[in-house]
């Protein structure tokens, strides 16, 4: 157990809507990662938020937005689905910011959660 | 074109034996690189972060080495174990903009 949580572990919808994935990193971290992972794509930075910030994009789509609230918990918005959006997602944090090769860098990720839109 | 290429894509290795996947980057700046072990359908686990002016680093029976200048890296499983099957994954990211390019992973199973 990493000691981050990630809800709701499985979501079925349909296209068109939009769903709301949930992260809640380890304590005392403030770094929150989302990743998304596909068959065809392998794993795919998203967003960094860093205490509150956004710190750092990657691929990810207009559709889709981020958040990291003050209790330090961040949420993924997906809106407008499509069937390629079926994917695991997966949420990772850290203490650190993430440019460092310091012990305090280590991103420990959650189980992930899987979405299937059909 | 990917910034980070992997390989081999996959490999089979005997139990106890040693072996050795790589990394090749073109990410610039580059800020560190990490390697991570991922097994099916699980988060990926970190291995190592290396900067800049690392060149060896280890954990347990993985040690992962980097050259910034050819902008290779290296991770060496030793004395495998059927717990190492899983993919491997190469992370590198920039200094700029914080961005993290990840290979498209390496498969290794490791059979009695």
């Known amino acids: 157990d990493s000691g981050v949580t990630q809800t709701p572990k499985h979501l079925i919808t349909a296209t068109g809507q939009r769903v709301t994935l949930r992260c809640s990193p380890r304590?005392?971290?403030?770094?929150v990662y989302w990743y998304q992972q596909s068959l065809d794509q392998g794993l795919q930075f998203l967003i960094q938020y860093y205490n509150g910030e956004e710190r750092a994009k990657g691929n990810i789509l207009e559709r889709f937005s981020a958040q990291q609230f003050p209790d330090l918990h961040s949420e993924l918005n997906l809106s407008s689905l499509e069937l390629g959006d079926s994917a695991l997602y997966f949420c990772?944090?850290?203490?650190?910011?993430?440019?460092?090769?310091?012990?305090?860098?280590?991103?420990?990720f959650g189980p992930g959660t899987r979405l299937l839109v059909l | 074109k990917n910034q980070v290429e992997q390989s081999p894509q996959s490999l089979i290795i005997l139990e106890g034996k040693n072996c050795t996947l790589q990394?090749?980057?073109?990410?610039?700046?580059?800020?560190?690189l990490r390697w991570y072990k991922q097994d099916t359908g699980r988060g990926p686990v970190s291995l190592t972060i290396?900067?800049?002016?690392?060149n060896t680093k280890s954990n347990g029976r993985y040690t992962a080495t980097l050259d910034a200048d050819t902008k290779q890296s290296s991770l060496h499983i030793t004395a495998s174990q059927l717990s190492d099957s899983a993919s491997y994954i190469c992370?590198?990211?920039?200094?700029?903009?914080?961005?993290?390019?990840f290979g498209a992973g390496t498969t290794v199973t490791v059979r009695a």
């Open positions: 990394c090749n980057y073109t990410v610039s700046p580059f800020s560190n």
């Open positions: 990772a944090s850290s203490v650190g910011p993430g440019t460092s090769g310091r012990i305090e860098e280590t991103q420990y």
């Open positions: 304590s005392g971290d403030l770094s």
């Open positions: 290396m900067t800049f002016s690392e």
């Open positions: 992370v590198v990211r920039r200094s700029n903009d914080y961005k993290l390019s």
